[in-house]
């Protein structure tokens, strides 16, 4: 049940950002500003690999409790 919970949240917050992101682009658009270049990782991948982690962990939990 946390695990859903945890998986929810983190969507949740994921398209917040997601939704704040582009607001704040468009903003800069119209105000003529330069869009700065992103660096790094893309935040899907973040969080795909958040994702993975948390559920590869809970495989191993449930491994190794069985």
């Known amino acids: 049940m946390w695990l859903k919970l945890f998986t929810a949240l983190l969507v949740a917050a994921f398209l917040y950002y997601?939704?704040?992101?582009?607001?704040?682009?468009?903003?800069?658009?119209k105000a003529g500003l330069p869009i700065p270049?992103?660096?790094?990782?893309?935040p899907i991948t973040i969080l795909a690999l958040l994702?993975?982690?948390m559920y590869l962990g809970y495989l191993l939990f449930y491994l190794l409790t069985r």
């Open 37 to 42: 270049q992103q660096s790094g990782m893309r």
């Open 51 to 53: 994702m993975l982690g």
């Open 18 to 29: 997601l939704v704040r992101h582009r607001l704040r682009q468009r903003r800069l658009e």
